[in-house]
């Protein structure tokens, strides 16, 4: 899917969760996790997928080259990598997109006075000639480049003009303006917008796209008034997740769109009346993919988060319930089926087979191999012995549960058991399977059941960390619902998240620490590597 310059018909998306939205404190993904979203992100529609920042770590090229390889294909998505504008970066993000069948690199460098002075420490001459340098180095590799001013939103505009003119005759296919620090409002961002289709000669020959932060509230209103004013790519993230207060929220943006089309058609040279849709989403997939993003990464969505909240349409005051009654449209703006999200059915239970069980979960959008379907079915039928009636949200959380444990390498947990009461010191013993098959036990007492399975696991994996988050949510209603279990870890600056699910809130708890003590330790080896990896991209530049 080539996307030429001159294509202004529409709004693309550019999804950006796998780069910018990972930064989001212990969100970190591991590179299957990654494929998953990013399998789920080409069926939702998004027109760019950007898969990470090669340069950054192994584990960043190997997720960038693998989803260049399993995504990128001729009909898929263009897959993007991020590179800072040197030469380094960029040749490693070549390489790394080197299987995609529409490769885009995606280079940047600082353009306001506070980054030039504090961080580059360079003058505006200099970082004019090395943007316009790196750009033609990338465009070397790729006829699609996407340029960045960072801070662009507190840039002088005379010298960003200049800078976006020296990018798009470099070679820059698409000029994307970003509010890194979240500080610009609507209007401001409208007239920025307005000012490059106005004073950069040369904009006719690149897309304008927009990147923003939402620290005060206002990253969609931003973009949306960005469209408004010329801009036809906007960088976005599922939940809206990134780095501080997060990304403009991709869900957001994109039903603002879809539900105020007759708004925003004249904007983009449409009749008011158009029913051709802003842009190419499968809205119909919004909620799975907004929930497989919160189920790998660990971040919960708020029951009153726009779109995809669990409180978004639903209505407990008198009067919205009788109106919603007698006529939906009196305080619905939007059908709930038009995110895909549908009543909570049960779809299988105890005596359903494997033939069911494996149609069932294409129908959910998962494409497991034969040996975590054979895993994931042996837990859905240990679930069916303790819960009668399975829901389509269950089976969501054993599958996930159950591939996620089997990707991480590291400890596996063989045996938990507690003994606790209100008159009984809390108790755990723990069984634990080391990388190398070798089963370690140890117990520890604690200050409840969850507190004394941590201090026992500690014990076996001497691993310091501080445990800075301990969450538990309901997969579904009842007495016997799964309850999921999300851990954050905190090891010097870096946070590590671990989830599981489990009707054993013990045993769930257990695994997820574990799931978050085999991710610190991979990070752990993997920074032991990083100098090796640094030294052999140098030696070694792109083969492209």
Known sequence: MKIQPNEVDR????????????????ATLNVPEKITIAKQLARL?????????????????????????????????VICGLARATRQDITTAAEALKPA????????????????????????????????????????FTDDVEFSPEDAGRSDPEFLYEMLERAIAAGATTVNIPDTVGYITPS??????????????????????????????????????????????????????????GNAALEELVMAL??????????????????????????????????????????????????VGSNAFAHESGIHQDGVLKHRLTYEIMDAESIGLHENQIVLGKHSGRNAFRTRLRELGFEL??????????????????????SDWDLEAIVKDETQT????????????????????????????????????DAAIGTGPVDAVYKAINRVVDVPNKLIEFSVQSVTAGIDAIGKVTIRLQYEDRIFSGHSANTDIIVASAQAYLNALNRLMAALDQSKSRSEFESRILEEPARV
């Open 11 to 26: 709004v693309l998306i550019f999804d950006t969760t796998l780069r910018d939205g990972e930064q989001s404190p212990g």
């Open 45 to 77: 529609g998004v027109d760019i997928i950007e898969a990470g920042f090669p340069f950054a770590s192994p584990g960043d090229f190997e997720a960038v080259q693998k989803i260049a390889e399993q995504v990128g294909t001729p009909e898929g998505p």
């Open 101 to 140: 069948a529409h490769p885009r690199i995606h280079t940047f460098i600082a353009t306001s006075d506070i980054h030039l002075k504090y961080k580059l420490k360079k003058t505006r001459a200099e970082v004019l000639e090395i943007a316009g340098e790196m750009v033609a180095l990338a465009r070397s």
């Open 188 to 245: 401001e961002f409208g007239d920025l917008i307005r000012g490059i289709k106005e004073n950069v000669p040369n904009i006719d020959q690149a897309i304008i796209s927009v990147h923003g932060h939402n620290d005060l509230g206002l990253a969609v209103a931003n973009f949306l008034e960005a469209v408004k004013n010329g801009a036809r790519q906007l960088e976005c993230t599922i939940n809206g997740i990134g780095e501080r207060a």
């Open 258 to 307: 879809h539900v105020r089309r007759q708004y925003y058609n004249p904007f983009l040279g449409r009749p008011a009346d158009s029913e051709t849709p802003l842009t190419h989403i499968d809205s119909r997939q919004i909620y799975k993919t907004s929930r497989l993003v919160s189920n790998l990464t660990g971040m919960l969505v708020q029951p009153n988060k726009a779109i």
């Open 369 to 390: 191999s034969e040996q975590d379907l054979n895993k994931a079915f042996i837990r859905f039928k240990e679930l069916a012995d303790k819960k009668k009636e399975i």
């Open 406 to 441: 089997q990707e991480n390498t590291g400890f596996k947990l063989e045996l938990v058991q507690v003994s606790c009461g209100d008159h009984a010191r809390p108790t755990a013993t723990v069984t634990l399977l080391t990388p190398e098959g070798q089963e370690l036990t």
